[in-house]
């Protein structure tokens, strides 16, 4: 059955000022989920209206109920769980692996963010004037821009919102086109049963077209005091100048070129395994997934082909089916990306070990290529689809190298069997995230999540994530009357 799905401003569900809607789409079968409120300017403006209105009383309201509220958040999503499941698959294509993964981690991240309420919020310094005290306090920011993307919706729609509200914010969220419902609006759902009070989160869903003048009336807003963001490289840095333009902070977790490195000494079925989970879970579209494969030539054949051959029985198609593992593209014009990627490689040379073709709509098979070079795009773009790009290298040296050479620096992974030697190869990796006999694909709530260069800058997570969206202020108390030069 077809949803209908308003906007979420000041605890009240509202259609668009204009009254226009949107269709949100299912890749697997091209049906139509859900017509959904497409906002314009003016409902931007409300959404702000009531985040700033909603501020004075949620940034001053207890830390423990804000902790209550968010750990009952955590708990109702895991009863929901069979729920979230189901509308992950219609709205994303979401297998029922990575669907529940991504309950039982958004959850957890609720949790922690409870956790975060309590933290100390300040500390005492070592002043010069020992009549003054003086102190360092952290306080809410006020309104908080947030981008939910559709890939991982529960996991980036609950961090998109969970520490701006634990710290004492209120939140606008901008919903991705693509899956509005899992990751804001049904997440707004579990928040306000659990006691979040009306608007302390707003939803601005919006059709495709106009993504880009919403993005800028939301930041361009002078009470738009933090910008977060979890998506595309190129959209990332349009994001970011807009942030910069109105001087306003902003976290960006943007794309990645992951590398796992398969030293000579790592055990080859455990590479393969790892390689093939970082690589095609959710068919390759997470931030994180394994791109490139840098493999020492005394493995690489054998790594290769049994790659190969692991990837040509992973069973794909209907993302409903408990056990399919490589499921549909977000759309077809993404599989078709690709695809047009893989066949530049072949056409350039690259030999196709499983996988390849031509796409059937959103479908792309788990695929494996060898004899990639550095002049081909698949080489240097990010591929966000079931591509595993498998190149050699002659030893240690080369293969931090060439995991270096790229402009993105978010995540890694390193596969041996000395701890040590992959804890130093870790630490010369340019990535704002290593795993030590690993592939690239990991979360925890307790870490700072974030990369380096085009992937973006600022942490989300634990005590980074408090820290991102509180501002950071100096407050003396003069204890005994000071004496004036004049």
Sequence with gaps: MTQSRSLLIGGDEVAAADGRTTEDLNPHTGDVVARIAAAGPA???????????AFAGWS??????????????????????????????????????????????????????????????????AGADPTALSLAIRQPAGVVAAFAPWNAPLILGARAVAAPLAVGNTVVVKASEDAPLACALFLADILRDAGLPPGALNVLTNDRADAAVVAETLIGDRRVRRV?????????????????????????????????????????????NAVAFGAYLNSGQICMSADRVIVHRSLADEFAARLAEKAKGLP????????????????????????????????????????????????????VLAGVTPD????????FGPVATVLTVADEEQAIAVANDSPYGLTAGVLT????????????????????N???????PTAPFGGMGDSGYGRFGGRAGAEAFTDLRWITLQQRPKQYPF
Excluded at 419 to 433: D, K, S, W, Y
């Design 316 to 367: 794909a198609g209907d993302p409903t089916d408990p056990h399919t593992v490589i499921g549909p593209l977000i759309n077809a014009g993404a599989a078709e990306r690709v695809a047009g990627l893989v066949d530049q490689a072949v056409a350039g040379g690259a030999r196709v070990l499983s996988g390849g073709g031509t796409p059937d709509g959103a479908h792309y098979p788990a695929t």
């Design 43 to 53: 409902d931007v403006t409300r959404a702000v209206d009531a985040a700033d209105a």
């Design 60 to 125: 001053t309201t207890a830390p423990t109920e804000r902790r209550r509220i968010l750990t009952r958040a955590g708990d109702l999503l895991e009863e929901r769980a069979t729920e979230a499941a189901a509308l992950m698959a219609t709205e994303t294509g979401g297998t029922l692996g990575w669907s529940l993964f991504n309950v039982g981690l958004a959850a957890s991240m609720f949790r922690e963010a409870g956790a975060l309420t309590t933290l100390p919020v300040g500390e005492v310094l």
């Design 438 to 444: 690993d592939q690239s694909v990991d979360d925890d």
């Design 376 to 383: 081909m795009r698949i080489h240097t773009e990010e591929i």
């Design 228 to 272: 977060n963001f979890t998506g595309s490289t190129g959209v990332g840095r349009r994001i970011g100048e807009l942030a910069a333009r109105h001087l306003t902070p902003a976290v960006l977790e943007l794309g990645g070129k992951n590398s796992v490195l398969v030293l000579d000494d790592a055990d080859l079925e455990y590479a393969v």
């Design 417 to 436: 069997q000395d701890v040590n030697r992959g804890f130093a190869v870790a630490r010369r990796l340019r990535t704002g995230i290593a795993h030590v």
